[in-house]
C-alpha cells in the first residue's frame, strides 16, 4: 500500500500546484459546455430538425478546431519547455509559427466548407422522410455559413490563450472563456427567438452569437496581453519581426505535422463513428446531438486534466528535471482518474433528468438518456487515454501519439461500429457500448508506453 500511495498520490503542495492550474482551465470549460448545453437547448427548442441541423454543422467545425488544435501543438510542446527554461526569444518564435499555421487552416477551411459545405452535411442525413431531411440540411447550410465568419476570431484567440497557458498563465484565458460564453448565451436568447425587438433569426441567430462571442474572447486574450507585457513577457517584440528560426521551424514542423495529421484525422474518425450511428435514422443524429453536449460538460473534468498535465510534465521536462516529470505523470494520471469517477457519478445521476427538457420526441430522449449511461460509465477508460496522450505528447513522442490516438480511431473503433451498424441487426445502444468498450485496448497500451519512459526528454536545452 506505501509504494502505491507513494506512486499515485501526491502531497499537499503538489496538489495545491495542480489545483491552481487545472481550476481555472476547469472552470472555463465547465462554463463553456454548460452554455453549449442551454445554446443546444434553445436551439432544440425550435424543434428536431433545426437542432440536428445544427449538430451535423458543428460536427464539420469540430474537426477545423481539431485541426487548429492540432497544429499548434507541435509548437506548444516547445513553448512549454521555452517557457520552462525561461527562454522568451523561443516563445515568441513558437507563437509565430502557431499564427502562420492557424491563418493557412483557417484559409482552408473555409475554402472548404463553401465549396462542400451541402455535401458534407447530407453524409448524415439517412432516412426515409425526405421533408425531414431536406428542412434538417436547409438548417444546418444556414448555420454553417454564418460560423464561417468566426473561424479566424476563434484560431487566434486559441494561439493567444494556449500560450499563455504553457507559461502557467490559465486565469486570462478563463476570464476571457466565460464572458465569451455569457456573450453567446444572451445573444442565443435575443437572436434564436427575437428578443428586445430583434428579428427571430433561429439556427441562423445562434450562429451569429457564437461568432460574436468569439471576437469578445479574442478582444480580452489578445488586449489583455498586450496591455501588460511586463506580465506577459514574451509579447514584448512580438510582432517586431516575423522570423521564425529556420531550425526552430524544421524542428516544430517535424514533431508538429503527426500532430496535426492525428488531429485531423482522429476528429474525422469522430465525425465518421457519427456518421455510422446516423445510419439508423435521424432519431439518432438528434440523440446523440444531446448526448455529446451533455457528457462534454461532465467530461470538462478529466479533459481538463490532460491540459494541466501537458503544461505541469511538459515545464519539468524543460527544467531538465527528468525523475520529476516521471512521478507527477503518474500522480496527475491518478488524480485524472479520480476526478473522471466523480464526473461519472454525477453524469449518471443527470442523465434520465438533462433530456428531458429538450422539446423533441420521447424516442430521442430515451435514447439520448441511454448514450448518457453508456458514457458515464466508460469515463474512467476515457480519462486514462487522455492523460496518457498528454503526458506522451509533452515529451515530444508525436508520432507515438498519432499512432495511440487517430491510428487507433481509424484501426479499431471505426471499423467496429461500420461492422456492428451495417452487418448487424444490434441496437444503437449496444454498438455505442462495445465501440466505447474498445478503449480499454487504448488503456493497456498506454500504461506500457509511459511505463516504459522514452518520452522523458528536455528537447530546448
Known amino acids: 500500500m506505501s509504494s502505491f500511495r507513494k506512486k499515485y498520490l501526491g502531497d499537499?503542495?503538489?496538489?495545491?500546484?495542480?489545483?491552481?492550474?487545472?481550476?481555472?482551465?476547469?472552470?472555463?470549460?465547465?462554463?463553456?459546455?454548460?452554455?453549449?448545453?442551454?445554446?443546444?437547448?434553445?436551439?432544440?427548442q425550435v424543434g428536431t430538425e433545426p437542432m440536428s441541423g445544427v449538430?451535423?454543422?458543428?460536427?464539420?467545425?469540430f474537426v477545423f478546431n481539431l485541426c487548429v488544435f492540432g497544429g499548434i501543438s507541435g509548437a506548444g510542446i516547445y513553448s512549454a519547455q521555452f517557457h520552462g527554461a525561461?527562454?522568451?526569444?523561443?516563445?515568441?518564435?513558437?507563437?509565430?509559427?502557431?499564427l502562420y499555421l492557424g491563418l493557412a487552416l483557417c484559409a482552408g477551411a473555409i475554402a472548404l466548407f463553401l465549396v462542400k459545405g451541402e455535401a458534407l452535411i447530407g453524409l448524415y442525413l439517412n432516412d426515409v422522410d425526405a421533408e425531414k431531411v431536406a428542412a434538417t440540411l436547409r438548417h444546418g447550410m444556414d448555420y454553417l455559413r454564418v460560423m464561417l465568419w468566426g473561424l479566424p476570431a476563434f484560431a487566434l484567440s486559441q494561439i493567444y490563450a494556449s500560450t499563455l497557458r504553457e507559461g502557467g498563465e490559465t486565469g486570462l484565458p478563463m476570464r476571457a472563456g466565460v464572458i465569451a460564453v455569457f456573450v453567446n448565451l444572451v445573444f442565443n436568447y435575443l437572436l434564436i427567438f427575437g428578443h428586445l425587438g430583434l428579428p427571430?433569426?433561429?439556427?441562423?441567430?445562434?450562429?451569429?452569437?457564437?461568432?460574436?462571442?468569439?471576437?469578445?474572447?479574442?478582444?480580452?486574450?489578445?488586449?489583455?496581453?498586450?496591455?501588460?507585457?511586463?506580465?506577459?513577457?514574451?509579447?514584448?517584440?512580438?510582432?517586431?519581426?516575423?522570423?521564425?528560426?529556420?531550425?526552430?521551424?524544421?524542428?516544430?514542423?517535424?514533431?508538429?505535422?503527426?500532430?496535426?495529421?492525428?488531429?485531423?484525422?482522429w476528429s474525422l474518425g469522430m465525425a465518421t463513428l457519427t456518421q455510422c450511428y446516423s445510419l439508423r435514422g435521424l432519431d439518432v443524429?438528434?440523440?446523440?446531438?444531446?448526448?455529446?453536449?451533455?457528457?462534454?460538460?461532465?467530461?470538462?473534468?478529466?479533459?481538463?486534466?490532460?491540459?494541466?498535465?501537458?503544461?505541469i510534465v511538459g515545464q519539468s521536462l524543460g527544467a531538465n528535471d527528468l525523475d520529476t516529470a516521471r512521478d507527477r505523470a503518474w500522480k496527475l494520471i491518478?488524480?485524472?482518474?479520480?476526478?473522471?469517477?466523480?464526473?461519472g457519478a454525477l453524469m449518471l445521476l443527470a442523465s434520465p433528468l438533462v433530456p428531458r427538457v429538450y422539446r423533441t420526441e420521447p424516442e430521442v430522449r430515451r435514447l439520448a438518456t441511454h448514450l448518457l449511461m453508456v458514457y458515464s460509465l466508460c469515463m474512467p477508460l476515457f480519462s486514462y487515454c487522455n492523460s496518457?496522450?498528454?503526458?506522451?505528447r509533452s515529451g515530444g513522442k508525436t508520432m507515438i501519439t498519432f499512432f495511440f490516438d487517430s491510428g487507433y480511431t481509424w484501426v479499431v473503433a471505426v471499423p467496429l461500429a461500420w461492422c456492428l451498424v451495417r452487418l448487424t441487426t444490434l441496437d444503437v445502444r449496444a454498438v455505442y457500448l462495445l465501440v466505447q468498450l474498445a478503449d480499454i485496448i487504448k488503456v493497456v497500451f498506454g500504461h506500457f508506453l509511459i511505463a516504459r519512459g522514452s518520452w522523458l526528454n528536455n528537447m530546448v536545452s
Do not use: W
Request: proline share 3%.
Open 388 to 392: 496518457a496522450y498528454f503526458i506522451l
Open 200 to 265: 427571430a433569426l433561429g439556427v441562423r441567430g445562434a450562429a451569429i452569437a457564437t461568432v460574436l462571442s468569439r471576437y469578445v474572447e479574442l478582444f480580452i486574450v489578445a488586449g489583455t496581453a498586450h496591455r501588460h507585457p511586463e506580465r506577459f513577457r514574451f509579447i514584448r517584440g512580438l510582432y517586431a519581426t516575423p522570423r521564425v528560426p529556420a531550425d526552430l521551424a524544421k524542428a516544430i514542423a517535424i514533431k508538429g505535422a503527426p500532430l496535426l495529421i492525428n488531429e485531423a484525422l
Open 12 to 44: 499537499k503542495a503538489f496538489y495545491k500546484m495542480v489545483l491552481a492550474i487545472v481550476i481555472p482551465i476547469m472552470v472555463q470549460n465547465a462554463i463553456t459546455n454548460f452554455v453549449s448545453l442551454l445554446d443546444n437547448i434553445m436551439v432544440g
Open 334 to 343: 491518478a488524480f485524472s482518474i479520480f476526478l473522471s469517477l466523480c464526473g
Open 55 to 61: 449538430a451535423v454543422a458543428n460536427q464539420l467545425m
Open 285 to 311: 443524429v438528434a440523440a446523440m446531438n444531446i448526448s455529446t453536449t451533455v457528457s462534454n460538460l461532465f467530461a470538462a473534468t478529466f479533459l481538463s486534466m490532460g491540459t494541466a498535465t501537458a503544461i
Open 86 to 98: 525561461d527562454n522568451q526569444e523561443g516563445v515568441r518564435s513558437c507563437f509565430r509559427f502557431k
